[in-house]
């Protein structure tokens, strides 16, 4: 190994390890490291913009403006109170159908997006309800993790996967992983139920005060709301058909972005680029260029021969492996820079022997996405929804939360070594 394969590994593992710390803000650390890997000329500036993944953006992007325009509409509170009347008031049935919101939300505006916009939600009716939270937010942070599995631009993970593999498609997507979310979520759902119905009582009384709460109250202004819902739609319409159209997702996103700040004017366009999360953009780019470093060098290479070698080619074995790596480190550390660093890694195993590499793409999916659930620093949801309950008087510690994360989390990699195993390897 050369000098500057030891300096880019260096590198890379001191900005991961200050990134576990939470010292410093993981996106300053990213950036960072990526000057200081061009500085000492691992890389040059021009390789490094390269290797950084545009169409990950610019989708991250025009979500981020499209649901940041439809949330001022105020439509997702309308579907949470319609949600919890249609469960007529009854906690236990309100957890789960909460839950079901949260995993379909999660799958077409992205687990972060969901939460922040079910959390507030959650405690208006628990309060209403005299209801402990926490049963519900745990559901939802599960829900929102499990949920976002299921499609291309559900979690950051899949949407570096269809970025880096080209024919696997926003469809391939929701074709591969969709059935075994529905299975995970058809089993974890009731197991929940049970765990938590003695926490969730209430009186006959206070369930008619959510019977009586008016959704309607929850909506703005109305021409917005159909100008915003219809362009989310389409949008999620481009992103079946986008294969069909010959179109990158970031253009498909950014278009119906970009069509609905023309159609609601410069003051949303304002307040929707406010809420653009600009420091995940940046660590997205400084992840990227980190990475490059390691595959310029020939690391990532190496790590795959490693990889071939370790399973003997064997596709069934690697898929294993690469489901069950992927579950724990995602757990422990952030999923981004690990999925980031897996994609060449795979790769470099197709240049050497591996012809089927489908299999392996969707055991890092879903290794990388529901170890997330495994701990309260897993996925970046996790910690959002921590930081909402503490500022309700309700926090949720690390330990409180593995209690019923780490255990729940291996079931749901059991559940999916037994999908990939009859669906790809038999």
Same mark, same amino acid.
């Given at each position: 190994?050369?000098?500057?394969?030891?300096?880019?590994?260096?590198?890379?593992?001191?900005?991961?390890?200050?990134?576990?710390?939470?010292?410093?803000?993981?996106?300053? *650390?990213?950036? &960072?490291?990526?000057? &200081? *890997?061009?500085?000492?000329?691992?890389? =040059?500036?021009?390789?490094?913009?390269?290797?950084? =993944?545009?169409?990950?953006?610019?989708?991250?992007?025009?979500? #981020?403006?499209?649901?940041? /325009?439809?949330? !001022?509409?105020? @439509?997702?509170?309308?579907?949470?109170?319609k949600a919890a009347k249609w469960a007529k008031g009854e906690p236990l049935r309100i957890m789960a159908v909460l839950a079901?919101?949260?995993?379909?939300?999660?799958?077409?505006?992205?687990?972060?997006?969901?939460?922040?916009?079910?959390?507030?939600?959650?405690?208006?009716?628990?309060?209403?309800?005299?209801?402990?939270?926490?049963?519900?937010?745990?559901?939802?942070? %599960?829900? +929102?993790?499990?949920?976002?599995?299921?499609?291309?631009?559900?979690?950051?993970?899949?949407? #570096?996967?269809?970025?880096?593999?080209?024919?696997?498609?926003?469809?391939?997507?929701?074709?591969?992983?969709?059935?075994?979310?529905?299975?995970?979520?058809?089993? @974890?759902?009731?197991?929940?139920?049970?765990? %938590?119905?003695?926490? &969730?009582?209430?009186?006959?009384?206070?369930?008619?005060?959510?019977?009586?709460?008016?959704? !309607? =109250?929850?909506?703005?202004?109305?021409?917005?709301?159909?100008?915003?819902?219809?362009?989310?739609? *389409?949008? /999620?319409?481009?992103?079946?058909?986008?294969?069909?159209?010959?179109?990158?997702?970031?253009?498909?996103?950014?278009?119906?972005?970009?069509?609905?700040?023309?159609?609601?004017?410069?003051?949303?366009? !304002?307040?929707? %680029?406010?809420?653009?999360?600009?420091?995940?953009?940046?660590? %997205?780019?400084?992840?990227?260029?980190?990475? +490059?470093?390691?595959?310029?060098?020939?690391?990532i290479a190496a790590l795959a021969s490693k990889a071939v070698e370790l399973t003997g080619g064997n596709l069934t074995a690697?898929? #294993?492996?690469? *489901?069950?790596? +992927?579950?724990?480190?995602?757990?422990?550390? =952030?999923?981004?820079?690990?999925?980031?660093? #897996?994609?060449?890694?795979?790769?470099?195993?197709?240049?050497?022997?591996?012809?089927?590499?489908?299999?392996?793409?969707? +055991? @890092?999916?879903?290794?990388?996405? @529901?170890?997330?659930?495994?701990?309260?620093?897993?996925?970046?949801?996790?910690?959002? /929804?921590?930081?909402?309950a503490a500022k309700e008087g309700h926090p949720i510690t690390f330990l409180k939360y593995l209690k019923y994360g780490l255990?729940?989390?291996?079931?749901?990699?059991?559940?999916?070594?037994?999908?990939?195993?009859?669906?790809?390897? &038999?």
């Amino acid at each position: 190994m050369d000098q500057q394969a030891v300096w880019a590994i260096v590198i890379f593992l001191a900005v991961y390890a200050l990134i576990i710390s939470e010292k410093i803000h993981r996106t300053v *650390l990213a950036m &960072l490291g990526a000057v &200081l *890997l061009i500085a000492v000329g691992i890389t =040059d500036q021009e390789r490094a913009l390269e290797h950084i =993944d545009f169409n990950t953006l610019g989708l991250l992007v025009g979500m #981020m403006i499209i649901v940041s /325009v439809t949330a !001022e509409t105020g @439509l997702f509170n309308y579907l949470a109170i319609k949600a919890a009347k249609w469960a007529k008031g009854e906690p236990l049935r309100i957890m789960a159908v909460l839950a079901v919101i949260t995993a379909f939300g999660s799958a077409f505006l992205d687990n972060v997006t969901t939460v922040l916009l079910t959390v507030p939600v959650t405690f208006s009716i628990t309060r209403q309800l005299r209801v402990n939270p926490m049963p519900y937010l745990l559901t939802q942070i %599960f829900a +929102s993790n499990i949920g976002g599995t299921a499609t291309l631009i559900g979690d950051p993970p899949n949407i #570096m996967i269809g970025s880096a593999v080209k024919e696997l498609t926003f469809m391939a997507f929701i074709e591969n992983l969709a059935p075994a979310v529905v299975i995970i979520m058809a089993v @974890l759902i009731p197991l929940f139920m049970l765990i %938590f119905r003695k926490q &969730l009582r209430t009186t006959e009384e206070l369930k008619r005060g959510i019977m009586e709460m008016n959704e !309607e =109250d929850m909506l703005g202004d109305r021409k917005m709301l159909v100008k915003s819902t219809s362009m989310l739609l *389409l949008t /999620v319409a481009g992103f079946f058909l986008h294969q069909l159209l010959h179109l990158e997702t970031a253009t498909v996103a950014l278009a119906g972005a970009f069509v609905l700040l023309l159609l609601t004017g410069e003051s949303m366009m !304002e307040q929707a %680029f406010t809420r653009v999360e600009w420091t995940t953009l940046f660590f %997205f780019i400084g992840l990227f260029v980190l990475v +490059s470093g390691l595959v310029e060098t020939g690391v990532i290479a190496a790590l795959a021969s490693k990889a071939v070698e370790l399973t003997g080619g064997n596709l069934t074995a690697a898929s #294993m492996l690469i *489901l069950w790596m +992927s579950a724990i480190a995602s757990a422990f550390l =952030d999923n981004i820079p690990f999925v980031a660093t #897996m994609i060449p890694l795979i790769q470099g195993m197709g240049t050497m022997g591996m012809t089927n590499l489908e299999p392996l793409w969707w +055991s @890092l999916s879903l290794g990388a996405c @529901l170890g997330g659930n495994g701990t309260l620093i897993g996925a970046s949801a996790n910690l959002i /929804v921590a930081g909402l309950a503490a500022k309700e008087g309700h926090p949720i510690t690390f330990l409180k939360y593995l209690k019923y994360g780490l255990p729940l989390m291996l079931l749901t990699i059991v559940i999916s070594t037994i999908y990939i195993y009859v669906r790809y390897l &038999l």
